[in-house]
């Protein structure tokens, strides 16, 4: 919904939504908590340490990237609870309509990831770090819905 291919196969985001209204650090927290973009687990602190140089016009590093985890573990507990509310207990819907029709990710697959890239952030920092262990049980749990 917020990205467009150019007639060369360039990949262009954009999402005009909120622009300048919220902290600039909030366009990565809803980008990095998105459960279409393929992210993986294994290089999200990394990317959020080279990505955030970018937003440290005023060198206050630590606390820039402490409100990106907090914020976007958060933000994610947040999404994945309304995917599950959608969810219900009627079944997942289909991966290429939620796709076509620019729905949240209303599948498993997708509430899976979601709910390990929650695990994975949350570990990054003291106050987020117990809602890590919780998330993986909810992914132990989502993995077994049908």
């Known amino acids: 919904g917020n990205a467009i291919l150019n007639a060369r196969k360039q990949l262009f985001w954009f999402d005009w939504e909120h622009s300048g209204t919220r902290n600039s650090l909030d366009d990565l927290v809803?980008?990095?908590?998105?459960?279409?973009?393929?992210?993986?687990?294994?290089?999200?602190?990394?990317?959020?340490?080279?990505v955030i140089k970018g937003f440290d016009m005023d060198k206050n590093y630590k606390k820039k990237k402490r409100y990106l985890?907090?914020?976007?573990?958060?933000?994610?507990?947040?999404?994945?609870?309304?995917?599950?509310?959608?969810?219900?207990?009627?079944?997942?819907?289909?991966?290429?309509?939620?796709l076509e029709f620019d729905q949240m990710g209303i599948t498993?697959?997708?509430?899976?990831?979601?709910?390990?890239?929650?695990?994975?952030?949350?570990?990054?920092?003291?106050?987020?770090?117990?809602?890590?262990?919780?998330?993986?049980?909810?992914?132990?749990k989502i993995i077994t819905l049908k």
């Open 30 to 50: 809803w980008f990095f908590g998105d459960e279409w973009m393929p992210l993986n687990p294994n290089i999200l602190s990394d990317l959020i340490d080279e």
């Open 69 to 98: 985890i907090i914020h976007g573990t958060l933000h994610m507990c947040g999404r994945l609870s309304k995917i599950l509310k959608h969810k219900g207990s009627k079944g997942w819907w289909k991966r290429e309509y939620c």
């Open 108 to 140: 498993k697959t997708e509430a899976s990831i979601l709910s390990m890239r929650i695990a994975t952030l949350a570990e990054l920092d003291n106050l987020t770090k117990p809602i890590s262990d919780w998330s993986k049980k909810i992914h132990d």
